[in-house]
């Protein structure tokens, strides 16, 4: 029986898929060695124009997750925004630490908390 839906490349099917494409190889010997339909290919091909998309990758005012972690460590240890973010060399005012800093929910009333969650 046919699967039914969509069955995604991964990331090193992906870059597999375009490197070849770009060798020149044909959507049936692209399809062969990833053990994929010929037109699962072109599907992917042809989304993206023929070209090959830019590798992605996350903006640098965007927190890592080891990042989120320590400001958790921090926040557990009781220590300021300030020298949490001295520890990670990023600027204290900034919104990853300010906006969603977990123990600022305890600076809003209780009234506009409920508002908030029931929202």
Do not use: N, Y
Request: hydrophobic letters at 35%; one cysteine or more; a positive charge.
């Amino acid at each position: 029986m046919a699967q039914i839906g969509r069955s995604r490349l991964s990331a090193a099917q992906r870059r597999d898929l375009w490197q070849r494409w770009k060798e020149g190889q044909t959507l049936r010997e692209i399809g062969r060695a990833l053990g994929r339909h010929p037109t699962s290919v072109h599907g992917v091909i042809k989304a993206h124009g023929t070209v090959v998309p830019p590798e992605r990758s996350r903006a640098a005012r965007v927190l890592s997750l080891a990042e989120r972690e320590e400001i958790s460590r921090g926040v557990a240890r009781g220590e300021s925004i300030r020298r949490i973010a001295a520890g990670l060399g990023r600027a204290p005012w900034g919104d990853q630490l300010r906006d969603r800093a977990p123990w600022r929910e305890e600076e809003i009333p209780s009234r506009q908390r409920r508002r908030l969650c029931m929202a």
